[in-house]
């Protein structure tokens, strides 16, 4: 099982006027660029070293053991 963050939003203030912007993470991911819907600046979002990435990974690999365990559960009922 993987989960894919692409579609999720999370906020960030402009730099320029502190308005949130709610970009996607596929965006951050990315690299691209968005409009501030306060000053209208241009914000650079940036993957600074491939935190999301490998945030992403440690997600996959935990819902992976996570799902191996639940395999290995076994449940005895009594009637």
Do not use: S
Not at 1 to 8: A, F, K, Q, Y
Not at 19 to 35: C, G, K, S, Y
Not at 41 to 62: C, P, T
């Amino acid at each position: 099982m993987t989960i894919n963050l692409d579609r999720e939003r999370i906020y960030i203030p402009c730099p320029r006027c502190n308005f949130w912007a709610r970009p996607f993470l596929r965006q951050i991911r990315h690299r691209e660029t968005i409009v501030c819907g306060g000053c209208k600046a241009n914000i650079r979002l940036d993957d600074h070293l491939g935190g999301f990435r490998k945030a992403q990974r440690q997600v996959n690999r935990a819902l992976k053991r996570l799902e191996e365990q639940l395999g290995n559960i076994r449940i005895n009922i009594k009637l």
